[in-house]
């Protein structure tokens, strides 16, 4: 099987977090993830999944230099960022896709599907 990356884009002017979420938005989308979360794992289609904190937490870290350097924030300005993910498992394209479109409906929200790089033959 093939694993594949679903990614949840934010707007970068925003940086919403669920501590910036209304309590009774957050409580409706968490029970929507939940089950979407359930119905991946209860297929075996679930590898793992992951919230990220907005970009202006982040640390950028350079050490292919003489010493490493440390600069506050992202390394790259951009108009969206990746807020969130899900690695799943999955037979093909077609089927992860099927997945994205659960996961956009349970967080009302547009979700990227790419597929992960597999090692070439040997």
Known sequence: MTQYFLSLPHDSAEEPTMATMDPAE????????????????????FVFAGGLQPPSTATTVDATGSGPEFTPGPFAEAKEYLGGFWVIEADNDDDAIEWAKQASRALQSRVEVRALQEAPPA
């Open 26 to 45: 957050l409580e409706e989308v968490m029970a929507q993830v939940g089950a979407f979360n359930t119905a991946l794992q209860e297929t075996g289609a």
